[in-house]
């Protein structure tokens, strides 16, 4: 009989290595570098509690600071783009203190709801010049506090789509050149744990094709009109439905706390997630709800 070889797993060295078979990167991860971090080993025990049906596929016309229609432990998936506090006609005028208060306790709410291993995706752009603002930077280091593990960070491109902008500063000196941001970001954290536990067995929904792209930490999809949405700042339908392909199985929960104009609920909706919204402005929670009847009117009974 013919003798089978087993092909060795790589490891961590001094000067990398090119392939990730069998991967061991024990020694990288019990390095000073990650000492004292939150890393999410241990045992975990998983936790799920039902959402009253009620309460379930719903926008709830109230701040998200308080969720009390939702159960710890009940949420998948977080996606949402926080409001930018910068001018829009749905902004408060918060000073950058306040503003990360705000967001702190509506991730910490959030934090209570998700499962264990549920997933926390936040959009967000950078702001002004003068100095520039990395807001991306002070979420990050605010879900730290509030006990999240990050995954990591998509960069989303969005190409000539972008508004053209012409603050170039000193345009073709040196003196002051300005940056001009054709990105955005998309942070991805987990609750107390990597994996999500699939119980049930859950069924995924996500190709080969679609995973191996949503897998890259660029990602090159269009922005979203304004005038199209009836919002001063939606996201595109594509940014949520990556996100719940990647993340979550069919019939999970997702969540977002800042509605706005129910782009994440749409995306659940037509990839068979239930869904559940807060925002604080009537006129968006009725433009949300206008645009998931659309939406349902045109899904296959």
């Known amino acids: 009989m013919a003798e089978v070889k087993t092909r060795k797993g790589t490891e961590t060295s001094s000067f990398g290595t090119p392939g990730r078979s069998n991967h061991d990167a024990s020694k990288f991860y019990a390095s000073k570098m990650y000492s004292g971090l939150n890393n999410g080993n241990g045992d975990?025990?998983?936790?799920?509690?039902?959402?009253?049906?009620?309460?379930?596929?719903?926008?709830?016309?109230?701040?998200?600071?308080?969720?009390?229609?939702?159960?710890?432990?009940?949420?998948?998936?977080?996606?949402?783009?926080?409001?930018?506090?910068?001018?829009?006609?749905?902004?408060?005028?918060?000073?950058?203190d306040?503003?990360?208060?705000?967001?702190?306790?509506?991730?910490?709410?959030?934090?209570?709801?998700?499962?264990?291993?549920?997933?926390?995706?936040?959009?967000?752009?950078?702001?002004?010049?003068?100095?520039?603002l990395p807001l991306h930077s002070y979420i990050i280091e605010d879900m730290a506090e509030i006990g999240y593990i990050m995954r990591g960070e998509i960069i989303w491109d969005k190409g000539s789509s972008a508004s053209p902008s012409t603050a170039w500063g000193s345009y073709l000196?040196?003196?002051?050149?300005?940056?001009?941001?054709?990105?955005?970001?998309?942070?991805?954290?987990?609750?107390?744990?990597?994996?999500?536990?699939?119980?049930?067995?859950?069924?995924?929904?996500?190709?080969?094709?679609?995973?191996?792209?949503?897998t890259k930490s660029v990602w090159k999809f269009a922005a979203q009109r304004a005038s199209k949405v009836g919002h001063p700042a939606p996201f595109p339908l594509d940014l949520p439905s990556r996100l719940i392909k990647l993340y979550t199985f069919e019939n999970d929960v997702v969540l977002d706390p800042f509605t706005g104009a129910g782009t994440t609920n749409v995306a659940a909706l037509e990839l068979n997630r239930r869904h559940i919204g807060y925002d604080v402005d009537k006129k968006y929670c009725d433009l949300a709800e206008n645009r998931i009847m659309q939406c349902k009117s045109k899904l296959p009974l």
């Open 44 to 96: 975990v025990e998983y936790r799920e509690n039902p959402i009253k049906e009620e309460y379930i596929n719903k926008i709830f016309c109230k701040s998200s600071e308080k969720m009390s229609e939702l159960p710890n432990d009940s949420v998948h998936i977080m996606i949402t783009s926080p409001p930018y506090n910068v001018g829009k006609d749905y902004d408060k005028d918060l000073s950058l």
């Open 98 to 132: 306040d503003y990360r208060k705000l967001l702190y306790r509506v991730f910490k709410e959030t934090y209570r709801v998700l499962v264990p291993g549920g997933r926390a995706c936040i959009n967000i752009a950078n702001l002004g010049r003068k100095p520039y």
């Open 173 to 214: 000196k040196a003196n002051n050149p300005v940056l001009r941001d054709v990105h955005e970001y998309i942070l991805i954290f987990c609750k107390e744990t990597y994996s999500m536990q699939n119980l049930h067995k859950k069924k995924s929904t996500i190709t080969k094709e679609e995973f191996m792209e949503y």
